[in-house]
């Protein structure tokens, strides 16, 4: 499994419009998330892949091949459903333990997972005292198991803190390294912005941009904040700011005790370093680049891109 | 696939063994079948003759009562707790997930019914332990009929607090309101009715079919013909109907989550 696709799908439930005409391409040894508001339609598409949902319309394609998700490939699929819970009265352990003999894995294995999601201590406790962050790390370790080469998180940081966090990236960078397929679902694209290599945003049930964040940022075009550091010379740095003034037109600026903070278009960027280049007046340079999430916010501002 | 549906099969069977519900009703019926054995091997032989038909009424009325309690949250209550989506993410198919859900809670169901009639069996004199070890496997088809029945309940329910108002009244009506049902149509329609209807109206609810079978067993035969019901007819038509309600319930509940665009 090394390329899976889900091609114009469509899911209606009554008159509302789950997924229109949804696209989405997954890859090995790449982690993408898919991201957008409430609605958006991201819980019914990771269903979709999973053959919870059925769709009205459109194919699933796993390295070319169209196929309808069944039995023998749901063995190679790991899934953390969205707010994940289990039977109250049953331990961490017994939970563990069931889905590895369900999937065929040792009880060893499965003490070994729930010792890497940090459960260990935990073990012998009923589920029903577990925190949401402990449910949501049992839900992972349930997830990979059985060591899935498509790995389907939905909402995987709900709940999770920092050592819970860390447990997280750990499994996508493991993940991604073996080749694996991963997509995971979030509302916290600042959150997951470092661990995923490709990003889909969906907004009422489609697709509206893909690609790489940088690829994201490029096309929103979100200006770029650069932090400059000026000399202790009044005379100099004023010289050097009435220059970039000047040569950049449009330039959203301010300037504060010897920090001087601009604001500019990613096309206006080498011209920018033209000027500095070589300018003693400036000492130090800092370029801040937007977030995801503001991509992400000014994405759905948008109307539909390709 | 048998791997998984094993796995299920046992992860009901031990949840079930745990829900303090299922323990509270099955020690109920423990005691309660008990306390009639007791009472049989204390009395003098006219009582005595009544332990039978005691405990075929107790049974008749507490097993639905289990197995519908066992099979009313199957579905609509892993729906409600969120833990469907995992459990259909295992490679199984939603037919699977059905019948295996089914066996794992049968067989607590075999474990309560055999829990009350052998704790009943200890108390009981020997006479008695054959009238329990008859009782038995009729019981657990009874059972099994109601749990299908709550099985089918619980798929089609989209809430847990309907799928329980739900039991409750198929129970009532199964159990209580159906024999009355029948009684009035034999005393409104003065002979009118064909005692091949009477026949086919007990046979269609099992309450009724396990009734009339351990009756006969049990009791005087002019009982039944009293009644206008044949035993012959009817025990020849009992494998087929016991057959139906055990399969059809629990098919039609497969039928219905695979025919189901979202679990």
């Known amino acids: 499994m090394k390329d899976v696709r889900l091609r114009d799908v469509t899911v209606r439930f009554g008159n509302v419009h789950a997924l229109r005409a949804a696209n989405l391409s997954l890859t090995g040894g790449v982690v993408s998330a898919i991201a957008g508001p409430n609605g958006a339609g991201k819980s019914t598409l990771l269903q979709v892949l999973l053959g919870l949902v059925r769709a009205d319309h459109g194919t699933l394609e796993i390295d070319g091949v169209t196929v309808r998700m069944n039995e023998a490939l749901r063995r190679d699929v790991g899934y953390l459903p969205e707010a994940v819970a289990f039977a109250n009265n049953l331990t961490g352990r017994q939970v563990m333990r069931f889905f590895a003999f369900a999937r065929g894995v040792s009880r060893n294995h499965a003490d070994r997972v729930l010792e890497r999601v940090g459960l260990r201590d935990a073990a012998k406790r009923s589920v029903r005292g577990y925190s949401r962050g402990m449910r949501q790390r049992l839900g992972l370790g349930v997830a990979v198991l059985s060591d899935p080469r498509l790995l389907i998180l939905d909402e995987p940081t709900g709940g999770l803190d920092q050592e819970g966090l860390t447990v997280l990236w750990s499994v996508l960078a493991e993940y991604k390294q073996r080749g694996h397929v991963v997509l995971l679902s979030t509302h916290d694209l600042s959150l997951v912005e470092p661990r995923v290599d490709r990003v889909a945003i969906f907004r009422k049930g489609t697709g509206i941009a893909e690609g790489t964040p940088a690829e994201l940022r490029d096309h929103v075009g979100l200006p770029i904040r650069v932090d400059l550091s000026l000399t202790d010379e009044p005379s100099r740095a004023d010289a050097f700011v009435a220059a970039v003034e000047q040569a950049i037109p449009q330039l959203v600026a301010s300037r504060r005790n010897g920090c001087f903070s601009v604001s500019i278009k990613p096309s206006d960027v080498l011209d920018l370093t033209r000027l500095i280049g070589g300018n003693s007046a400036v000492t130090q340079l800092r370029f801040v680049e937007p977030g995801l999430d503001q991509v992400y916010e000014q994405l759905l501002k948008e109307p539909a891109h390709a | ?263």
């Not at chain 2, 639905?64 to 579905?75: K, Q, R, T």
């Not at chain 2, 198929?170 to 009035?184: E, I, K, N, P």
Request: aromatic share 10%; with cysteine.
């Open chain 2, 1 to 263: 696939m048998p791997r998984v549906w094993l796995a299920l099969a046992w992860h009901e069977l031990s949840e079930r063994a745990r829900d303090r519900w299922v323990l509270l009703i099955s020690f109920v019926f423990a005691g309660l079948a008990s306390a009639v054995t007791m009472y049989s091997r204390s009395a003098d032989g006219g009582a005595a003759q009544l332990t039978g038909p005691s405990l075929v009424t107790l049974a008749s009325l507490l097993i639905p009562l289990i197995a519908l309690v066992l099979g009313h949250d199957a579905i609509v209550g892993e729906r409600e707790r969120n833990t469907l989506g995992l459990l259909f993410s295992l490679p199984i198919g939603r037919t699977g997930v059905v019948v295996a859900k089914y066996t794992g809670r049968l067989l607590a169901l075999t474990f309560s019914i055999t829990l009350g009639f052998g704790l009943a069996a200890l108390a009981a004199s020997e006479q008695h332990r054959g009238v329990l070890s008859q009782l038995w496997w009729p019981s657990l088809l009874l059972g099994s009929a109601f749990l299908s029945l709550g099985m089918l309940i619980s798929s089609i329910s989209m809430r847990q607090v309907t799928a329980v108002s739900t039991v409750i009244f198929a129970w009532f009506v199964l159990v209580f309101f159906y024999d009355l049902g029948l009684l009035a149509l034999l005393v409104g329609a003065d002979g009118r009715v064909s005692s091949l209807t009477i026949e086919r109206l007990v046979a269609a609810n099992p309450a009724g079919l396990f009734r009339v079978e351990m009756m006969s067993r049990f009791t005087a035969k002019s009982t039944l013909v009293d009644l206008g019901i044949r035993e012959q007819s009817l025990s020849r038509m009992a494998p087929l109907i016991w057959g139906l309600w055990i399969v059809m319930p629990v098919a039609c509940s497969g039928i219905f989550l695979w025919g189901k665009k979202s679990v």
